[in-house]
């Protein structure tokens, strides 16, 4: 019998539209320890890390992502904070999925609040609060390719989205801000804006997010090499034993 795979999901994609797409086990957005814990409750064959969360816990370690991949188990990350780690990690074999995690691959010191998002707690569905600033420069970004605006009303659009919190970080907070900030003679671009993102609004996170478990659909896990050793840090003991978390007999992998 084939071991399943695990998924850590929140915002990025509702678990219904997911589950169509993938037979997987389903864990809120991964949290410091969340992937050792799979790894001893389920032993999967793979795990997709698509969210994380990261304002009120500490945010999933690469050193158990490392850990995972030197006991075998292909990790793949994509959308989110799966993008960013893969991006991270990929010279230590976590496969990476999408345009986002191509972007932070080209993109050196770009910002992880390029994907950050507020959300619901878990407990009520990890609903997204607010708007990833990623989506929305992509979106404006087609509104100029399509000449609903012209590149300074994007640029300075993008600029006034960037200088949000992610938590505030709206179309409606943005396109607010833009009317009370621009000048007069903009006004009617900002109005041609959001009639647009209206209907043509880009989520290229749900995108990524959906072809990776249609990528793991298609593709069914085998056990891989990790192109390294691992090795035990202090830092890291710390951390799992700030998570209440231990590690698993490495005999029970014979």
Do not use: C
Request: aromatic share 8%.
């Amino acid at each position: 019998m084939p071991k399943p795979i695990v998924v850590f999901l929140g915002p990025t994609l509702g678990h219904e539209e997911a589950t169509m797409l993938l037979d997987a086990i389903y864990l809120p957005p991964a949290e410091q320890g969340s992937v050792v814990a799979a790894v001893t409750a389920y032993d999967p064959g793979a795990i997709a890390l698509i969210d994380g969360a990261f304002a009120k816990v500490p945010a999933v370690r690469h050193k158990e992502i490392l850990w995972a991949l030197a006991r075998g188990i292909p990790v793949h990350g994509a959308a989110s904070i799966g993008a960013l780690r893969a991006a991270e990690l990929a010279p230590f074999g976590m496969r990476g999925h999408g345009f986002i995690h191509r972007w932070y691959r080209a993109t050196p010191f770009a910002d992880d609040d390029e994907v950050a998002v507020a959300t619901m707690p878990a407990e009520l569905g990890a609903r997204a609060l607010s708007e990833a600033l990623i989506n929305i420069r992509l979106t404006l970004k087609r509104a100029e390719r399509r000449a609903v605006i012209p590149r300074d009303v994007r640029v300075a659009l993008e600029d006034l989205a960037r200088s949000l919190h992610f938590v505030d970080r709206t179309y409606e907070r943005l396109f607010a801000r833009a009317r009370a900030r621009f000048t007069a003679e903009w006004q009617d671009w900002i109005e041609a804006t959001e009639r647009f993102v209206a209907e043509h609004a880009i989520d290229q996170k749900k995108a990524d997010a959906k072809a990776l478990l249609q990528f793991l659909a298609a593709n069914p896990p085998s056990k891989q090499t990790a192109p390294f050793a691992f090795r035990m840090t202090e830092a890291w003991a710390i951390d799992l034993d700030d998570a209440a978390i231990a590690l698993p007999d490495p005999s029970d992998d014979a």
